[in-house]
């Protein structure tokens, strides 16, 4: 695959001088200074990321030579921060969470360091990674980041709702079957189902994509022909539009990850459909009142046997990075399975990181506290191929997203229009025709 190493959007370019400027001064930020070290780690505010916050007294306790400041951002703000830094080499950061969609294309533009050999030691074991996951962070032989934790998509439902309605998950379920008892649970103060709508290719398209693939559609054909506006996109597209408004959450263009965990945690949604790693958060009843009343299904689907997508959150050290030898040690602090544990020991075990170590599934006391999520987790991540998700090939490998460089700014830009039509101001057919002529002009320079 022919990936284009200077597609990085106009809000980069934008920026670009203001960030070479400001480079020295965000570097500054982590400098040495009276023999420590800072490190600037920016990631997303999700819960197992404000965990490693929680703990880094841990390390630096462990490390005392070295610390580290967290910045944390929604994922929207954190991809557009850290983007723009690593492109424009504004040296911000010392260590970046990165999704499974940049690392590869990052890895070919030479802005990440290659952690092949800080990863080699018997006792961090890079075999014990996620296999599946691990490939995916591999670009030319060579390891470019490490999974902080790993996961599919799934159905989770609260089960307490589901029996006073006398309703029954199937174990596989279809879309039509989630759409009709969705319905069915929607009442003025509860909500069917909670699916997200919040603009963003990371937001909103990373179910929606998932939906479309089980619908027989795609953004690509084999030959890179774009496909946004044929049947079946536009007939995934509305079924999900029309589901949202029947039976979801008042106000879609607000809700993403965090505002559906946050909804189901509290009972007020019947039903679920996002990434397996929430489940250590449901679960945790010092958080979640629903905790010990959910139960799992595979993601629905149309016309595929699975429909979950494969992702992680990893941890990559820039190229610009000038504390590499520090960042690598805290970068396998927080993959290691010593931290696993950690998590368990001090936060809860159904909050350790899922999907990053196959070792972590072998461990008794996460075994116990996760024994309605996990193995459920495994077996979807083991069986989703990310290089034929959907009916008809593919010319790219990845489940919610296309991976080539200029997928970010189409799925945001889709997504953003998309927001009219859940709100009503817009029709979908305009939306995906202006999404076709964006995602056609990328598909060409692929060929």
């Not at 990371?202 to 693939?213: I, Q, R, S």
């Not at 990850?257 to 010092?286: H, I, R, Y």
């Not at 990181?353 to 196959?358: N, S």
């Amino acid at each position: 695959m022919h990936v284009k190493r200077s597609i990085l959007g106009v809000g980069v370019t934008l920026v670009a001088g203001a960030l070479v400027l400001s480079g020295c001064a965000g570097a500054g930020a982590g400098n040495t200074s009276g023999g420590k070290t800072t490190l600037t780690l920016a990631t997303v505010n999700n819960p197992q990321m404000k965990d490693m916050e929680e703990l880094k007294g841990e390390f630096e306790k462990k490390y005392p030579d070295i610390s580290v400041k967290f910045i944390q951002m929604e994922e929207n703000d954190l991809r557009d921060a850290v983007t723009k830094d690593v492109a424009t080499k504004g040296g911000q950061y010392d260590i970046v969470t990165v999704g499974a969609y940049e690392v590869p294309i990052w890895a070919k533009n030479g802005w990440l360091s290659d952690l092949t050999q800080a990863t080699s030691s018997k006792s961090y074991d890079v075999n014990d990674l996620f296999p599946p996951v691990r490939a995916g962070l591999t670009s030319g032989g060579k390891l470019y980041a490490v999974p902080f934790y790993g996961e599919s998509s799934f159905l989770m439902y609260n089960k307490d709702i589901f029996a006073k309605a006398g309703l029954t998950m199937p174990e596989r379920p279809t879309w039509d079957q989630v759409a009709t008892m969705a319905r069915q649970l929607k009442t003025p103060t509860q909500d069917g189902i909670c699916l997200r709508g919040k603009p963003g290719w990371g937001e909103l398209f990373a179910p929606l994509t998932t939906v479309v693939k089980t619908f027989g559609g795609n953004w690509y054909d084999s030959k890179w022909n774009a496909t946004v506006d044929d049947a079946k996109f536009s007939a995934a597209s509305q079924f999900y539009v029309n589901l949202v408004r029947d039976a979801g959450e008042a106000d879609p263009v607000s809700f993403g990850f965090t505002e559906c965990l946050n909804n189901f945690s509290q009972g007020k949604s019947a039903m679920w459909v996002d990434a397996t790693s929430a489940a250590g958060s449901v679960e945790d009843p010092k958080a979640s009142p629903v905790a010990g009343k959910v139960g799992y299904a595979r993601s629905p689907v149309k016309e595929t046997k699975e429909s979950g997508w494969l992702w992680s959150w990893n941890l990559a050290i820039p190229a610009t990075s000038k504390k590499k030898d520090a960042a690598e040690t805290f970068v396998k602090w927080a993959t290691s399975k010593d931290y696993q544990k950690l998590v368990g020991q001090k936060l809860g075990w159904s909050r350790v990181p899922p999907g990053a170590r196959t070792s972590t599934y072998s461990i008794p006391q996460y075994q116990k506290a996760a024994s309605a999520f996990a193995p459920i987790t495994k077996q979807i991540m083991e069986s989703v191929d990310p290089k034929n998700p959907g009916v008809e090939p593919q010319p790219y490998t990845g489940i919610q997203f296309v991976s080539i460089p200029e997928f970010q700014d189409i799925g945001n830009q889709v997504s953003q229009d998309m927001a009219e039509v859940f709100a009503g101001r817009s029709q979908l057919a305009p939306v995906l025709a202006k999404g076709q002529k964006l995602a056609q002009a990328a598909g060409d320079k692929q060929k």
